[in-house]
């Protein structure tokens, strides 16, 4: 299964988007994006999820790019709940879902 | 609907001790997972159950932890004895024929001593 870079961290005021990007550089054709939420001292939570299309649900929308090699998780209107850490997975064939470190998230007012 | 339940959220227990955490899917899901968070980390699955078959258990440390999942819907881990470098968080994950959204519980969060 591909690996994937995030940041560490990032900040976003509140009523803002926040864009999260994610690189994959090394992903193959039938492995699909996978982002994951999890706020702290619960499980993580499902996201979104895409294979070459962009992506819309009530959560956020999943942007990724033509060559497939990075994507960006959008939260178009951010809130102070939208604090957590972001996990960017590739999900391969094996069905596993491999979390890195994840991205930091702080929405501040 | 309820979500997956787990139980107890926290342990505290000396190290050479025996410990379980007990997990309850989301009903109507056959497929369960265990998996291990460390602090700063992201989880990293422990054990695959589709049914009552444990399908990819290649990450479970053997020697101490074991796993079951008997009637093919609440499951249980073990450790034992447990080492001070368990301590984590436990976290079980169901989803429907290993589909695509898993579901986590709260996890439970074991401090070994």
């Known amino acids: 299964d591909a690996k994937t870079t995030q940041p560490t961290s990032m900040d976003c005021a509140e009523g803002r988007a926040a864009n999260l990007p994610c690189n994959h550089s090394?992903?193959?054709?039938?492995?699909?994006v996978y982002w994951y939420r999890q706020i702290h001292s619960q499980g993580p939570q499902y996201i979104i999820h895409?294979?070459?299309n962009n992506e819309t649900n009530e959560m956020a929308s999943l942007i990724i790019t033509e060559d497939r090699k990075s994507s960006t998780l959008i939260l178009p209107h951010a809130t102070l709940r939208d604090t957590a850490v972001y996990y960017c997975i590739v999900r391969g064939v094996s069905g596993k879902l491999v979390f890195g470190a994840g991205t930091i998230l702080r929405v501040k007012s | 609907e309820a979500g997956v339940v787990q139980s107890p959220r926290y342990k505290i227990i000396e190290k050479k001790q025996p410990v379980a955490f007990w997990c309850n899917p989301i009903s109507g899901h056959n497929t369960l997972y265990w998996y291990l968070q460390n602090l700063g980390q992201g989880p990293e699955l422990l054990i695959r159950?589709?049914?009552?078959?444990?399908?990819?258990d290649s990450q479970l440390p053997k020697d101490r932890f074991s796993a079951e999942r008997l009637k093919g819907v609440d499951s249980t881990l073990k450790i034992q004895p447990a080492e001070l470098g368990d301590s984590a968080v436990y976290l079980c994950?169901?989803?429907?024929?290993?589909?695509?959204?898993?579901?986590f519980g709260p996890g439970t969060r074991l401090t070994v001593l």
């Open positions: 994950a169901s989803s429907l024929d290993g589909g695509l959204e898993q579901f």
């Open positions: 895409g294979l070459k």
């Open positions: 159950y589709e049914n009552e078959e444990a399908v990819d």
């Open positions: 090394t992903i193959s054709g039938n492995e699909y």
